[in-house]
């Protein structure tokens, strides 16, 4: 399978959220601050839906008698003090600002980078995505992930600007890296196994639940953006990162244990 076959799907997605970007941007210039403010209770009401549209599959999980929320709950838990130990938001907003100076951006441009990062690879489509497109070549997933992407960015990039932008970047990188990565990846995942079943597989549901709860927490930040409380108010969402991976060792823990 050639390359551009392996990475088609993750061209399209980049290429949606940079139109989409872009859009958004040149319509965000003409609206008025009370307007944009209405756009993000918008944006964080449908967020809040699929974020927890995607923490419902946590109910599909159990390893052993520990049911599946219960696993989220120690993951991010975890996850948050290891990615407090790492300083991972701060991070992440250093990174921000440089790009920031760099591209000489305005406003809320870190905000809008990390929330768009976050948002558009932190989810399902991102993994089974990937290793359909890799393992087949098959772009649908990541086409109609690309779509909702496009919509997303273009909402983001009116209110929070350039950054929202650079976030094309992420999707690119982490897609483009799943995708290439497919092979082991889903040897590891699957086990063998149909790679039909890869929506229904424990690992990729515990994962999932975990980032819905994640993306439930930008959500949040949108919505009290939206309502113009301060920063202090937000949840720390870059700082659960980790939880992506302690969450489904947890589950292989559990499940070695007790099955």
């Not at 992930?145 to 919509?151: E, M, P, Q, R, S």
Request: charged share 10%; aromatic share 4%.
């Amino acid at each position: 399978m050639s390359l551009l076959a392996q990475l088609s799907g993750t061209l399209i997605n980049t290429a949606t959220v940079i139109v989409g970007s872009g859009l958004g941007l040149l319509l965000g210039s003409r609206l008025p601050a009370r307007t944009q403010r209405t756009l993000l209770q918008v944006l964080s009401l449908v967020t809040l839906y699929i974020g927890l549209g995607m923490a419902n599959s946590l109910g599909s999980v159990r390893g052993g008698p520990v049911p599946g929320v219960i696993l989220a709950l120690i993951g991010l838990a975890l996850g948050a003090v290891i990615g407090e130990a790492l300083n991972l938001e701060d991070r992440l907003s250093h990174l921000g600002d440089g790009l920031k100076r760099r591209m000489r951006g305005e406003g809320q441009f870190t905000e809008g980078f990390v929330a768009a990062s976050l948002l558009f690879c932190v989810g399902p489509l991102t993994i089974v995505g990937g290793l359909q497109n890799g393992l087949t070549g098959d772009s649908s997933s990541y086409v109609l992930k690309a779509t909702l992407d496009g919509i997303s960015s273009l909402a983001l990039a009116s209110v929070y600007g350039v950054g929202v932008l650079l976030s094309a970047v992420a999707v690119l990188v982490i897609q483009g890296s799943i995708a290439l990565a497919s092979g082991g990846l889903a040897g590891l995942l699957l086990g063998g196994a149909d790679p039909a079943t890869l929506g229904s597989n424990p690992y990729v549901l515990v994962i999932t639940g975990a980032g819905g709860l994640m993306i439930v927490g930008i959500g949040w930040n949108l919505m009290l953006a939206g309502l113009g409380f301060g920063e202090e108010h937000r949840v720390r969402v870059g700082s659960f990162l980790p939880a992506l991976l302690v969450a489904p060792l947890l589950l292989w823990a559990a499940r070695l244990i007790w099955e």
